[in-house]
C-alpha cells in the first residue's frame, strides 16, 4: 500500500516562498508508471492541481503558477518537493501530494492527509 | 483549459434513494473521466476512473457512465457514509481540472 505524507511549515508571510515535502512509502517514485502531484484547495472551495513529475525528472505545472512553482525530485529520499515563491493570501489553503497513473486515463489513486498553509504575516 | 461544471452545488437525499450526479465538460474528454468523493478534512477518495471503471475496495453502489462531454455517477441506495462532497476531474488534456463539485447532504 503506497503512503504519501506532506510536511513543511503551516504558516508563510506574504512575498516568501512556500516549501513543501512529501514523503512516499511502500511503493519507489523512481518508476515510469506514475506521476508525483501536487494539488491545491482553498478554503471552503475545490480542487486545483498545481504541476507534477516524474522519473525523468521532467514537469509539467499548471500555467496559472507556472512563473512561481517548481517541483523537485529526490529519488535517493523517495521524496518530492513544492516550491511556491512571492505567495499571498490567495495561496492559503490545503495542500495535497498525490500519485497519478500515467496510461490512457490517468487517475489519482493515492493521497496524502493534506497540509494546511496559512499566508500571513 | 476544458472546463467541467456540475450542476447542481449541492442536493439533498435521504438515506436508501439512488443519487445522480452530474458533470459536463467544455469539450470532448472521449472517457477521460474520473470521481472522486471528499468528506470534510479529508483528501479526496478516488471511486471511478475512465468514466466506469470502479476503483478497486469501492463499493459496488457507485457506479459512472457517460463520454464525450456528459458524465454521471450514481449512488444506489444512499448510506450515511456517502454524505460528502463528490468532484468530477478530466485527465483528457494538461491541467487536469477539476469540477466545483456537487456536495449531497441530509435530506
Known amino acids: 500500500q503506497v503512503h504519501l505524507q506532506e510536511s513543511g511549515p503551516g504558516l508563510v508571510k506574504p512575498s516568501q516562498a512556500l516549501s513543501l515535502t512529501c514523503t512516499v512509502s511502500?511503493?519507489?517514485?523512481?518508476?515510469?508508471?506514475?506521476?508525483w502531484t501536487w494539488v491545491r484547495q482553498p478554503p471552503g472551495k475545490g480542487l486545483e492541481l498545481i504541476g507534477f513529475?516524474?522519473?525523468?525528472?521532467?514537469?509539467y505545472y499548471n500555467p496559472s503558477l507556472a512563473s512561481r512553482v517548481s517541483i523537485p525530485v529526490d529519488m535517493s529520499r523517495n521524496q518530492f518537493s513544492l516550491r511556491l515563491t512571492s505567495v499571498t493570501a490567495a495561496d492559503t489553503g490545503v495542500y495535497f501530494c498525490?500519485?497519478?497513473?500515467?496510461?490512457?486515463?490517468?487517475?489519482?489513486?493515492?493521497w496524502g492527509q493534506g497540509i494546511p498553509v496559512t499566508v500571513s504575516s | 483549459d476544458i472546463q467541467l461544471t456540475q450542476p447542481p452545488p449541492s442536493l439533498s437525499a435521504s438515506v436508501g434513494d439512488t443519487v445522480i450526479i452530474s458533470c459536463r465538460a467544455s469539450?470532448?474528454?472521449?472517457?477521460?473521466l474520473n470521481w472522486y468523493q471528499q468528506k470534510p478534512g479529508k483528501a479526496p477518495h478516488l471511486l471511478i476512473y475512465?468514466?466506469?471503471t470502479l476503483q478497486s475496495g469501492v463499493s459496488s453502489r457507485f457506479s459512472g457512465s457517460g463520454s464525450g462531454t456528459d458524465f454521471t455517477l450514481t449512488i444506489s441506495s444512499l448510506q450515511p457514509e456517502d454524505y460528502a462532497t463528490y468532484y468530477c476531474?478530466?485527465?483528457?488534456?494538461?491541467?487536469?481540472?477539476f469540477g466545483p463539485g456537487t456536495t449531497v447532504d441530509i435530506k
Open positions: 498525490a500519485r497519478a497513473t500515467r496510461d490512457f486515463s490517468s487517475h489519482w489513486d493515492f
Open positions: 511502500g511503493g519507489s517514485i523512481s518508476g515510469p508508471d506514475f506521476y
Open positions: 513529475t516524474y522519473y525523468n525528472g521532467n514537469t
Open positions: 469539450q470532448t474528454i472521449t472517457t477521460s
Open positions: 475512465a468514466a466506469s
Open positions: 476531474q478530466q485527465s483528457y488534456s494538461a491541467p487536469f481540472t
